[in-house]
């Protein structure tokens, strides 16, 4: 029976996800049960995508990104893969009319990574479009369950919070990303002489991300609001945390949340969604 393979294919995306991010994994199963399917199948997707880009460096990421796409519009056609992930990930990606368009999108700014050391103003939002507002929006089509109409009116709060998330890991991982990897993802900025007025001025396009995101959040079904406000408590505790740091220091950690700490996050936000005090 197919079913035991697409059993198994999910499972993989589920460990995948739990493997790589214990934040994610905490807000997924926030979700109503039938939502986490698909979302950690996305997130599986995303996550095998970027560990190409990011990772691979003794074997050719050119080649390897480029049959990862092949196989991905193969899966997508043929409702099968024998590669789990991409098997997991067509099938959310029928159930819930996820766009080719976005899917486009999302691989063409991985294939930026393979490519661009840094960016102007214009490449900057091009590849977050691609790298984040995208996903926001595939995850969105899960949440809304198919519902044309909700779908467009979440559309602008779910990039704003695929965005946020995507710049407070830029700035979490900036040492990773621009001692081991050479970017600079945030335009003229050299971490080498990084000011206290360039931090404020990137915070504060986060923290603009994040208010409007929370609008969003508020409107979202009963099935994926909880589960959605558990990840934005997460990153916007993490984002304040890097608040804390001075610029001249940005490069010396990567800022973490504690795992007693999300637990605190956690009961926090499951009692503010209790009483609508979101």
């Given at each position: 029976m197919?079913?035991?393979?697409?059993?198994?294919?999910?499972?993989?995306s589920?460990?995948?996800?739990t493997?790589?991010?214990?934040s994610?994994?905490?807000g997924?199963?926030?979700?109503n049960?039938?939502?986490?399917?698909?979302?950690y199948?996305?997130?599986?997707f995303?996550r095998?995508?970027?560990?190409?880009?990011?990772?691979?460096?003794?074997?050719?990421?050119e080649?390897?990104?480029?049959?990862?796409?092949?196989?991905?519009?193969?899966?997508?056609?043929?409702?099968?893969?024998?590669?789990?992930i991409l098997?997991?990930?067509?099938?959310?990606?029928?159930?819930?009319?996820?766009?080719?368009?976005l899917?486009t999108?999302?691989?063409?700014s991985?294939?930026m990574?393979?490519v661009?050391?840094?960016?102007?103003?214009?490449?900057?939002?091009?590849y977050?479009?691609?790298?984040?507002?995208?996903?926001?929006?595939?995850?969105?089509?899960v949440?809304?369950?198919?519902?044309?109409?909700?779908?467009?009116?979440?559309?602008?709060?779910?990039?704003?919070?695929?965005?946020?998330?995507?710049?407070?890991?830029f700035?979490?991982?900036?040492?990773?990303?621009?001692e081991q990897?050479g970017?600079?993802?945030?335009p003229?900025?050299?971490?080498?002489?990084?000011?206290?007025?360039?931090?404020r001025?990137?915070e504060?396009?986060?923290?603009?991300?994040?208010n409007?995101?929370l609008?969003?959040?508020?409107?979202?079904?009963?099935?994926?609001?909880?589960?959605?406000?558990v990840?934005?408590?997460?990153?916007?505790?993490?984002?304040?945390?890097?608040?804390g740091?001075?610029?001249?220091?940005?490069?010396?950690?990567?800022?973490?949340?504690?795992?007693p700490?999300?637990?605190?996050?956690l009961?926090?936000s499951?009692?503010?969604?209790?009483?609508?005090?979101?």
């Amino acid at each position: 029976m197919k079913q035991h393979f697409d059993d198994i294919s999910l499972a993989c995306s589920r460990h995948t996800t739990t493997t790589y991010s214990s934040s994610f994994s905490i807000g997924i199963y926030c979700l109503n049960k039938r939502l986490r399917a698909p979302i950690y199948s996305i997130y599986g997707f995303v996550r095998f995508a970027d560990e190409i880009v990011d990772t691979f460096h003794e074997y050719n990421k050119e080649e390897l990104l480029r049959e990862f796409k092949e196989d991905t519009w193969k899966a997508i056609d043929r409702k099968i893969s024998m590669n789990p992930i991409l098997n997991s990930f067509q099938k959310a990606v029928h159930d819930f009319n996820i766009e080719p368009e976005l899917i486009t999108c999302f691989l063409n700014s991985m294939e930026m990574d393979l490519v661009q050391a840094d960016h102007n103003q214009a490449s900057y939002e091009n590849y977050i479009l691609g790298s984040a507002e995208v996903v926001g929006l595939m995850c969105l089509r899960v949440f809304t369950d198919n519902d044309e109409a909700l779908y467009q009116k979440l559309k602008p709060g779910a990039m704003k919070l695929g965005a946020a998330f995507q710049k407070v890991n830029f700035l979490r991982d900036v040492k990773a990303d621009y001692e081991q990897l050479g970017r600079v993802y945030f335009p003229g900025v050299d971490f080498a002489d990084f000011s206290e007025h360039q931090k404020r001025q990137i915070e504060h396009d986060i923290q603009k991300d994040f208010n409007e995101a929370l609008d969003g959040i508020k409107l979202l079904p009963t099935t994926s609001r909880f589960g959605v406000y558990v990840a934005y408590v997460y990153y916007t505790s993490l984002f304040n945390k890097i608040r804390g740091i001075p610029s001249a220091k940005i490069l010396m950690e990567r800022v973490r949340i504690s795992t007693p700490g999300k637990l605190r996050l956690l009961m926090a936000s499951y009692l503010r969604h209790s009483f609508s005090i979101l």
